[in-house]
């Protein structure tokens, strides 16, 4: 059996493509490309132990985090968009019911004097998100 890799890029580059992006959450940045990934349902692995757990927004986060450092290295800005709407979004893009998008990835260069919001300078203490056992 092949390693489950239930992960799809895609890549919106297309004048349509990006206005209709654009259209679907205010997210995009004015980037000239973004990439979503989707994961595809049936090809999740299923841990067998733990019924309720799959694989997917697992292995949607790990690449997510490659693709963002790259990016970084490349000279680019990108953020992680969660806010869209993945059903009204998999429909526009004609996608299948199995393909389900997990996040957006705005990618380009960033304008001058731009900052991120104030919200990703708060951060939790180390004390409240490690707990020994």
């Not at 059996?1 to 580059?13: C, E, G, T, V």
């Not at 654009?22 to 595809?40: D, G, H, K, Q, S």
């Not at 963002?68 to 059903?87: D, K, T, Y």
């Not at 979004?89 to 960033?110: C, I, K």
């Amino acid at each position: 059996m092949w390693h489950r890799q239930p992960i799809i890029i895609s890549l919106f580059k297309s004048k349509d493509a990006i206005a209709k992006i654009r259209e679907l959450t205010p997210c995009a940045f004015n980037a000239p490309i973004v990439l979503m990934v989707t994961i595809c349902r049936d090809e999740q692995w299923v841990n067998e132990l733990e019924k309720g757990f799959l694989s997917g927004q697992v292995d949607a986060g790990i690449i997510g985090t490659h693709l963002m450092l790259e990016a970084w290295e490349q000279g680019l800005g990108s953020c992680w968009v969660a806010h869209f709407p993945p059903v009204k979004t998999a429909d526009a893009f004609g996608l299948s019911h199995n393909e389900m998008p997990v996040f957006l990835l705005p990618l380009g260069y960033a304008a001058d004097g731009v900052k991120a919001s104030s919200l990703h300078e708060k951060r939790r203490s180390v004390t409240e998100l490690v707990k020994e056992l």
